[in-house]
């Protein structure tokens, strides 16, 4: 007898469409797994008997064959568990075969019969919603803890699986299993908070300013300073001055940390900005993803939000140098002998550094203890090429007690105000409608924009600068001067346009103006002093 189960395999962010066929036939008690499956599939035969068993199931003997169609695809997880686990109750007569005709299945079972939950279950939801023509009259059986997860995406039934006897029962029609409720992505996202606020953050104004150009354009920053001058505190605050997440970045974003295995325990969604902090001692794929099996990293996990790297100087070279092609992309991939996985990685880098080992090189306060070799050698950790995807750089002061005894500065709401008017600014000028973070509001990661289209202006280049970071002649000659003065590469002068368009943005003018390219260049002007010591 045959029988044929739908589920999944996972290609990167992708799923694709599997068809568990079990065929039971008589002959000698033989298990045969096929169609490209790694270990942890193949070790499948002796969880599935076990659990058939102990949810008080026959275990049909005789020659019992598996084939995971397609072939070509390989197959990887212990997701296939259930699927496989039906498929041989259903080829055995136990449950009735038709009954699983409108059902995609995943779900990994222990041996007593109870079902696991298993990564990448989003990446399900949306290929069942995308591939199937008929997808309105499918419905999904998943591990209950991932049950809610699924239920994200609406239009699909979702089914929670608690028990191989309890699922089976249902198929049968002797037990009724409610649907998993579907989840309002909206009231999550809007529920969403943080622990943190800049109004926390005594003085540091500048700081605090360059922290929300940065925000407003999606410029990459790096702030140096010595320690204890609240590096780290500002760099904490920065994703609460973001704007809130749309349904489709926290649909994406959702689906890495599914495919990771890293959703919070107990939420079903990542619903606030990523900030990751990587130590200084990860390694590549740990940063940028990789693996056998290639997982999203660090990097992939800070998809839309900030990705900070704290003492970026103590950083392997090899390792930081990883980053370079992602952060012009907005994406990053991963080749394998047999396939090549892409994972998003449109991020807002945030790095801090110690000026040098000692970390008091310029403070009036402390002696620096650290020669001009030490603290060469220190910085050419950060190559010029990488430097240069930085648009800004910028010195943060210890600070004062006097400024430390003064009072509170904005609350992230008011500056998130600003970030988010800017932004919709952005998106209009660069024909993303009215969507707030320029993504089309799509609930796929199949279709996503055009690369080369920019979203923020610090994704500009080449001709989308002289586009739209015009200046006037007075623009024209201070900035001509501060390209002598500052040495700046041809990267750089463009990163101080794209800066003050950004600054224009928040102020609502159309043009660039003076102040607003003079601010700019203050932001380069920090580039120099890490230069020089280089």
């Known amino acids: 007898m045959l029988a044929k189960v739908k589920t999944a395999a996972l290609a990167g962010m992708r799923a694709e469409s599997v068809t568990v066929e079990v065929d039971v036939a008589f002959g000698p008690n033989v298990f045969n797994l096929v169609g490209l499956p790694d270990v942890s599939v193949k070790e499948a035969e002796e969880r599935v008997r076990s659990a058939i068993r102990n949810s008080d199931f026959e275990y049909p003997g005789g020659r019992i064959t598996i084939n995971l169609a397609p072939a070509e695809v390989r197959k990887t997880g212990t997701w296939y568990d259930l699927p496989i686990a039906l498929g041989i109750l259903a080829a055995s007569q136990q449950i009735p075969i038709s009954s699983l005709d409108n059902f995609v299945v995943v779900g990994e079972i222990a041996l007593d019969g109870s079902v696991k939950p298993v990564n990448g279950v989003l990446s399900v939801v949306l290929m069942v919603k995308e591939s199937f023509q008929q997808a309105e009259k499918l419905a999904l059986i998943v591990p209950f803890e991932n049950a809610r997860e699924a239920a994200c995406v609406e239009g699909l039934k979702v089914y929670p699986a608690q028990h191989l006897a309890e699922i089976s029962a249902f198929l049968k029609g002797n037990l009724d299993i409610s649907p998993e409720p579907p989840v309002k992505l909206d009231d999550l996202l809007k529920s969403a908070s943080y622990d943190v606020d800049f109004s926390e953050v005594k003085g540091q104004e500048q700081s605090k300013r360059a922290l929300e150009i940065a925000a407003a354009?999606?410029?990459n920053l790096l702030l140096i300073g010595p320690p204890g001058a609240g590096k780290t505190m500002l760099a904490q605050r920065l994703p609460t001055?973001?704007?809130?997440?749309?349904?489709?970045e926290a649909i994406e974003v959702s689906t890495i940390y599914s495919i990771a295995g890293k959703l919070p325990p107990g939420k079903s969604m990542i619903t606030s900005r990523p900030f990751r902090n990587p130590h200084h001692t990860i390694s590549g794929p740990g940063l940028v993803g990789g693996g056998s099996i290639p997982l999203?990293?660090?990097?992939?996990?800070?998809?839309t939000g900030v990705l900070f790297l704290d003492e970026i100087f103590e950083f392997p070279p090899k390792v930081l140098e990883l980053l370079r092609q992602p952060l012009e992309d907005g994406e990053i991939t991963i080749s394998r002998a047999r396939?090549?996985?892409t994972f998003p990685s449109r991020v807002l880098l945030l790095a801090a550094a110690n000026p040098c080992p000692c970390g008091f090189f310029g403070d009036e306060s402390d002696r620096c203890r650290c020669t001009i070799g030490d603290i060469k050698k220190y910085r050419k950790r950060l190559s010029g090429a990488l430097?240069?995807?930085?648009?800004?750089?910028?010195?943060v002061p210890k600070l004062g007690s006097e400024k430390l005894e003064g009072g509170h500065g904005e609350s992230s709401e008011m500056m998130r105000r600003r970030v988010q008017r800017a932004w919709e600014i952005q998106q209009r000028r660069f024909s993303y409608g009215d969507a707030p973070t320029g993504n089309g509001n799509q609930l796929s990661n199949t279709s996503a924009p055009d690369k080369r289209k920019p979203r923020f202006n610090g994704d500009l280049k080449g001709r989308g600068i002289d586009k739209f970071c015009v200046l006037d002649d007075e623009c024209q000659k201070l900035l001509a001067r501060a390209l002598d003065k500052l040495g700046l590469t041809s990267r750089g002068y463009q990163g101080i346009k794209k800066v003050a368009r950004t600054i224009a943005d928040l102020e609502g003018s159309e043009v660039i103006k003076l102040s607003h390219l003079a601010e700019a260049i203050q932001y380069r002007a920090g580039e120099e002093r890490v230069r020089m010591v280089v």
Do not use: K, N, Q
């Not at 001055?241 to 489709?248: D, G, H, N, R, V």
């Not at 430097?387 to 910028?394: A, E, G, K, Q, S």
């Open 387 to 395: 430097l240069d995807r930085i648009d800004m750089v910028l010195e």
């Open 339 to 341: 396939a090549s996985i």
């Open 296 to 303: 999203p990293g660090e990097l992939s996990l800070a998809h």
């Open 217 to 219: 354009g999606m410029h």
């Open 241 to 248: 001055i973001l704007p809130t997440l749309s349904p489709a």
